[in-house]
């Protein structure tokens, strides 16, 4: 089995996606090991629970360094694949070394287009909207010390309206997060068994 850890921080859609595609049999070898969330009270962990998925808690309140904390429940785990679905805090230093090229994350925009610091969430979508840009999308890449700097895995586009709000440009957006994702970790794993 291909093992994975899904971090996150809110709403857990893209969780959500993996789980489904789990269960219908599109990434029929893949199984989600444990939910890192970073904080909580976000809909992520139900979404877990449901699913009988464990679920940790881990955040600077709760340990003094949670990147050590993550890194030894992806190695008791022996986990393959860490995969950022809308996790918020940072990755940096010995985690990054330790996972190189496993640790992937999804980003609302179409890289290196509105992308890098404080590019998150609706300051994407506003920021897109404002640029007036006729097309958008989103993309999976690798994690690295650079903010959504690592190699692009794959990317979704879509077309936008000239009526589009930023609220119309994510759920767009979202729509393609959850095709990508799914699509970004079967071809990491199928690339494993080459
Ligand atoms: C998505 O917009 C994703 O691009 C970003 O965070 C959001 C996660 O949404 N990384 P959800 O928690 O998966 O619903």
Redesign the pocket.
Known sequence: MFKIAVL??????????IIDHIENGYLNDVVISFVIASKNN???IERAKCHNIPVYVINKELFTNPNDEIIKLCKTNKIDLIV?????SILSGEILKQYKNRII?????LIPKFCGPKM??HF?HEAVYNAKESKTG?SVHYVTDVIDGGKIILQKEVILQPTDLPEDI?AK??KL??IALPQAIKKIKDSYKE
């Open positions: 996150t921080s809110g709403g857990g859609s893209n969780l959500q996606s976000i809909k992520a950022l679905a809308g996790y918020l994350n999804i980003h609302p925009s998150y969430g994407v989103c994510a957006v979202l997060e959850h």
